[in-house]
């Protein structure tokens, strides 16, 4: 049996590697899975829930997810959906303020470990590019493809301002950069799988390209690559 394409594309937050990733899953027909959806989903819950994100909360966490979670990745018209106990929360977990939730609970080992499994199913079975921040290091760390893909933090906090303006979320451009650069400073030092770029991976820095000139340098990445 032919062996599975896998494409890790790791990065900072507002890099553009989800809408990039998405696009190139498209063109080449394969799976495209947004793994920073799954750990918005968990922050979501745990803000329905009043649970506290903090380290020392991780029993409680574990205790939660494990018992009342259920996630589930789906693909409609090419677009990936997040379900959350059966709940369409795909607009929900994109609000800023589950951003930073996210950032929160990627930090405890019990959630990601919740996750791992299937994220690593997905990759099994199926063709597919795989976006996170932790994806070539310890999810897919035998991926055919790894890239890293970056940009100038002011760059990649008026992408990320102008996604959200798009949307008709009121935003401002400074609360935009300053939660950025937090979150950079989190997912980097974070003791549990911290931000990195792999040994093995290609440094992609699209802060000059626009996004058909990224879309096409990933692709050519990949096709070299297999």
């Known amino acids: 049996m032919k062996p599975m394409i896998n494409v890790a594309i790791d990065g900072p937050v507002g890099a553009g590697k989800s809408t990039i990733a998405r696009e190139c899953a498209k063109r080449l027909g394969y799976i495209y899975v947004d793994t920073g959806a799954l750990y918005r989903a968990v922050g979501l819950f745990c803000r329905r829930n009043n649970i506290e994100i903090a380290q020392e909360n991780a029993a409680e966490i574990e205790k939660a997810i494990n018992s009342g979670l259920s996630l589930e990745i789906k693909l409609e018209n090419g677009t990936q959906l997040v379900f959350m106990n059966g709940e369409n929360v795909s607009e929900e977990i994109r609000l800023p303020e589950i951003s930073m939730a996210a950032s929160a609970v990627s930090a405890i080992g019990c959630v990601r470990k919740f996750l791992l499994s299937t994220q690593r199913r997905v990759a099994e079975e199926n063709n597919?590019?795989?976006?996170?921040?932790?994806?070539?290091?310890?999810?897919?760390?035998?991926?055919?493809?790894?890239?890293?893909?970056?940009?100038?933090?002011?760059?990649?906090?008026?992408?990320?301002?102008?996604?959200?303006?798009?949307?008709?979320?009121?935003?401002?451009?400074?609360?935009?950069?300053?939660?950025?650069?937090?979150?950079?400073?989190?997912?980097?030092?974070?003791?549990?799988?911290?931000?990195?770029?792999?040994?093995?991976?290609?440094?992609?820095?699209?802060?000059?390209?626009?996004?058909?000139?990224?879309?096409?340098a990933v692709i050519n990445l990949i096709e070299k690559g297999q």
Do not use: C, W
């Open 128 to 216: 597919v590019i795989m976006d996170g921040r932790d994806i070539g290091t310890v999810i897919l760390p035998d991926a055919q493809v790894k890239i890293f893909i970056t940009a100038k933090p002011e760059i990649r906090a008026k992408r990320r301002y102008d996604e959200l303006i798009a949307k008709g979320i009121d935003a401002k451009f400074e609360d935009v950069l300053n939660d950025l650069n937090t979150r950079d400073y989190n997912d980097s030092h974070r003791a549990e799988a911290p931000l990195k770029q792999a040994e093995d991976a290609i440094l992609l820095d699209t802060s000059e390209f626009d996004f058909e000139q990224s879309v096409r």
